[in-house]
């Protein structure tokens, strides 16, 4: 996929939340960017059992995991058993992006997918950005230390500045910040 003209690869791992690979999906929560939580709105029970899904992507995944829960078939909406409203509270609760979807009609399938990616794309940018920062403040033996962004990205989005001082030499460090 393009994020924002950078080109993304996403593999994605679906266990379909059935029972006989909760054994080996703890495994794959390691190192994984993103989950994305998916109940069906005509079955409560399966929107039941998003709690201990959470709870176990908090418990073995990074704690900057982009997670996103969606409902799917809203295309089946007189069937319905989950109010549409409980998932968007759900997401709101546990500071997560929500969205409906149908598989059936392709509706909001790929932008599903989409959100998730630049999500990862934006918190990994910022940990870059962020790595970077570090790096850039850090004293080293008194040289002045500079920092130099040659990613198109940050220079279109709004200035970041701040003041580092590397021994006794002051220098200002303009970052560009894409949030």
């Known amino acids: 996929m393009r994020v924002r003209d950078k080109l ?7 266990t379909a939340g059935q029972e006989r690979f909760r054994a080996i999906t703890s495994s794959y929560y390691r190192g ?9 709105i005509t079955r409560r029970s399966t929107f039941e059992s998003l709690t201990k899904w959470l709870e176990e992507l908090r418990h073995f995944g990074d704690p900057d995991m982009v997670i996103a829960l969606v409902g799917n078939k809203s295309d089946l909406s007189e069937t319905r058993e989950v109010a549409e409203e409980e998932g968007r509270g759900l997401a709101e609760l546990e500071g997560i992006c929500f969205m409906e979807t149908s598989a059936l009609k392709n509706t909001n399938v ?8 630049t999500q990862i794309h934006r918190v990994t940018s910022q940990k870059s950005l962020e790595a970077k920062m570090v790096e850039a403040t ?3 033996g008194g040289e002045v230390v500079q920092l ?3 990613d198109e990205e940050h220079k279109t989005h709004k200035g970041l500045c701040l003041l580092g001082k590397a021994s006794l030499n002051h220098q ?5 910040d894409k949030l």
């Open 8 to 14: 993304v690869k996403a593999q994605i791992w679906d």
């Open 32 to 40: 994984a960017l993103g989950a994305m939580l998916v109940y069906d």
């Open 110 to 117: 790929e932008e599903a997918f989409l959100e998730m990616i």
């Open 138 to 140: 850090t004293p080293r």
């Open 148 to 150: 130099n962004i040659d």
């Open 172 to 176: 200002e460090l303009c970052l560009r």
